[in-house]
């Protein structure tokens, strides 16, 4: 459509071959991402203070299981009331809000490559990809237990992906090694094949002093690290208001260092909180200020994420419900509330319960990015690549999902009003009835005025047909081959990869292998 | 999960039989529909009124083609610039403003059923139809051009799904009929198979007063519609700056009768506009802004929207561009302008560019629907089985997208924080490490405590696989055959519907059949 008025030739267009999927990607290339728009809120301030108040007497009367010895030393030295029996421990709300004071509002998430590392706090928005799925699947390979390979593949691709700001660290679980030392090729994979900010994982004291170590061979000693984070770790509660030893452990291995923790109760309403929203808000919200709370008496100052995965379950088969309205509102009370705490917020995008890519996955998925990123979530989890209520990393949600956060960045940068955009000369040149496809304004401005998607086909009907009539999630899959195979690993110092390596061999040795 | 526990047997769940669409629907009842949230605007009240300038600076020196001599005749009149020759009219800013100064900031569109009469204004969301689409399609007989047997089908599902508040009357074309008929029998089926509001077209003066003679039947003479309207047609701007003869005679011929006009310029950043955004939405305010003048020309006072349909072309293709951040950023924009001039507001949720209803149609579909909601539009065109650019009435994505609306539904009611919902008593009963399947709470709430899918899986992999694997879109289709086999028609007054078979009968012998 595009003519260059004065002879009548097309004019050359931007060009899109499907085997360049690289090019594809360029306009969306890694940024720091704002939301400019004020945050949806769907609390009034009087029922801010009403859950606040229920939580705070959750708190007091009724208390928290915190699995771990140290972790009730601490409760009780800092003067929570303690139950060692039961592990069980209340606390005053006098005493809790002293203790969130110490918690930053804000603060840096250090990469491996510092043009990289990101703000976690005001209105700072930063994707990071799908965690924790026990499977792998691609249309290739099908639904399969995921593998080292796996993910290796997918930290290569959030790599790759613009869009992508944090590489979670239990990606997708390589059941082909033995438990104990997963963790090791996992963090390997990460600081070897990306050089983004990254989550580890909190699974107990040793496995964050791993973690701990190797950070310290890549930023340059303990001190380093300790001074600004390199991880932020999601810390679940074992809801309801329990946290089990070995997150607790995790909370204090990474905290003591300064580590970012992200706190996060994980509940389903009907199942570990009442079946009402507001009760499940409640329970959530003083779930997460006893985990921050304790993150600083461990270490005070010890940067923190108000964490929120509040949905329900489904009551008709008794599984998780993704993309739900609850899920939504909780999404949005929760965002509310940690800034009301002055507190980072984490929330996730790109949950569903589809079990194959889908219509239901997208709009499952949208129905979560939505809230998330017009709640001001700080830390969007899982926001590449969720499928199957999370029990899958899928390659081509994983595509669709970053063109899906691409639109958003670009939405979210927003317009420019200025005389030039306003462009009343070329509306006058046109005038009535023409078109504007030839004129000087468009012809200086067209490769790069508008959004060029990703995954999304444009083309009509027949040329489609023509082509095989290829859905959205066969298209991802021909784009994340091509993107695999055009991946290059980020630069990393040769004595920090062998330190690295030299680190992993040894821990294999040490470390029991069941 | 649910389990009775008194003693031990499994409480009873609400039967969600695949057979037993309706009662899918029984919870997402029709439901006059607000948005509680703070509108999203994108724009400082400085760029607001940079924009507001430009789009007066268009109207006062470039102008605008109006291709019919009534409409010439009134600008002339009303002390406009009118140069008869060439139909074109430039208007001054203080003319302009004068004129908006008589249209309503909110009214009310009259349903035949009075409890399905809506609101349009304020924070007031209403959600209309797919329309305008030649072809027809299903995963049964394909994509197809439209009959009226699909556009009586679409009717009727239009009429039992809740979430749907409007029945657009250029819903999908029926192809099978000749042209200058098809209003009568498109009218006829509205006004018989739902009891729902509707848009009618713009398709000139005779098919106008067509459609107000028939009205005049259902609603008690054109008295009574002349107060209160019971059409909100579109009427779509040629852009650029030109209105041509159909819509104008559109325009009057509805608004002559106190009806409802939705004045929307149709414009494709790159080809209608210049590729700005900035341009396109200044340009759409001036287009938007001199239709509306007229209509309050040709009647003070008479109900009118602002409406939206700006995005951008793709580039690459030539073809409009859907779900794009242009097309959100417009949309966001659209509706900050038409509260700026108090004026009702129409954007459009559903715009996809797929060709089969997968992952593409439905992101792209959010990526509409967020921001029509978020932007507070008031009528939400579109919003329900838009496919391929809204060259295709999708059976599957209509069923999808009211799934969709209903999501969003129950996600604009908010929660509700009080004592019974906060549960602190429940929680307390649960304590740590337990569950809450079996609470007097739980059990007392379950069954309505959550939004139940229409279209959405929950089940677990295998159980998944052993139904045979459907996609969302195959689910759809069944959930659409069932909900047809179970659709009967709302009462009609027999005489009134008498009058209007013998209006169309009469009607059909006098136009001209080409």
Redesign the interface.
């Known amino acids: ?2 003519r260059d008025r004065g002879n009548g030739r097309r004019a050359q ?2 060009q ?1 071959g499907r085997g360049d999927a690289l090019s594809l990607l360029a306009d969306k290339p890694f940024q720091h991402t704002r939301n ?3 945050a ?4 009034t301030a009087e ?1 801010v203070a ?2 606040h108040d ?1 939580s705070m ?2 708190l007091e ?5 915190f699995l771990d010895g140290e972790a009730i030393d601490l409760w009780a030295a800092a003067g929570a009331r303690v139950e060692r029996s039961s592990s ?1 421990v209340t606390i005053d709300r006098g005493l809790l809000m002293a203790l969130l004071a110490t918690a930053p509002t804000q603060f840096t998430l250090r990469a491996r490559n510092p043009a990289r590392s990101l703000t976690i706090g005001s209105n700072h928005i930063n994707f990071a990809t799908v965690g924790g799925a026990p499977f792998y699947s691609d249309l290739e390979s099908g ?1 399969r237990p995921g593998t080292l390979a796996d993910f290796r593949r997918m930290v290569q691709l959030a790599h790759l992906c613009g869009p992508i700001h944090i590489v979670e660290g239990l990606l997708v679980e390589p059941q082909d090694l033995p438990v104990p030392v997963r963790h090791l090729d996992k963090a390997l994979a990460q600081f070897t094949l990306s050089d983004k900010a990254m989550t580890a994982a909190a699974h107990g004291r040793e496995v964050a002093a791993d973690y701990i170590d190797m950070a310290a061979i890549v930023f340059g000693g303990l001190e380093a690290i300790q001074e600004q984070p390199v991880y932020a770790t999601i810390v679940n509660a ?1 809801s ?3 946290f089990d030893e070995r997150m607790l452990g995790g909370l204090i291995g990474y905290a003591r260092h300064g580590q970012a923790t992200v706190i996060t109760p994980f509940i389903l ?11 499940a ?3 959530q919200n003083a779930e997460a200020l006893a985990g921050i709370a304790l993150t600083q008496l461990v270490r005070p100052g010890a940067p923190v994420v108000y964490g929120g995965f509040t949905t ?8 998780p ?1 993704f ?4 899920g ?2 909780a999404l949005l ?1 929760g965002g509310q509330l940690a800034r009301h705490y002055n507190l980072p917020f984490r929330g996730s995008g790109g949950l569903n ?15 979560s990015l ?2 998330a990123v ?1 709640g001001h979530a700080n830390v969007i989890l899982h926001a590449a690549g969720w499928l ?2 999370g ?1 899958v990393c899928s390659l081509e949600k994983f595509i ?1 999902d970053v ?2 956060l691409a ?2 960045q ?2 979210l ?6 005389p ?5 000369d ?3 040149e ?8 030839g ?1 000087a ?2 012809l200086a ?3 790069s ?5 990703l ?7 027949d040329k ?2 023509e082509d095989g ?1 290829p ?3 066969q298209r ?1 899959h021909t784009l994340g081959r091509q993107l695999l195979d055009a991946y290059e690993p980020p630069q990393l110092d040769e004595a920090v990869a062998e330190e690295l390596a030299a680190f992993v061999a040894r821990r294999k040795l040490e470390l029991p292998v069941r």
Request: hydrophobic share 45%; glycine share 6%.
């Open positions: 459509m595009i267009r931007p899109r400019p728009f004020t949806l809120e769907p609390l029922q009403a859950i229920a007497t959750i009367e009724i208390g928290v299981d069980h639904r074992n309801p208001l329990r309403a009907g199942a570990m909180s009442p079946v009402t929203l507001a009760a808000i409640a329970q329900n379950i489904d009551m008709q088969s008794g599984s419900a993309g739900t309205p609850e939504a509102l009370c319960n589809s079990k194959t890519v889908d219509a239901q996955a997208s709009y499952e998925t949208q129905m939505w809230p017009m199957e209520a029990l669709i063109e899906g639109i958003m670009r939405t940068a927003g317009i420019t009003i200025e030039e955009t306003l462009a009343l070329a509306i006058a046109v005038g009535s009835g023409g078109h504007h496809f004129t304004h468009t401005r067209y490769r005025a508008f959004y060029m998607p995954v999304s086909d444009r083309q009509n009907y489609w047909r009539a859905d959205a999630a991802a």
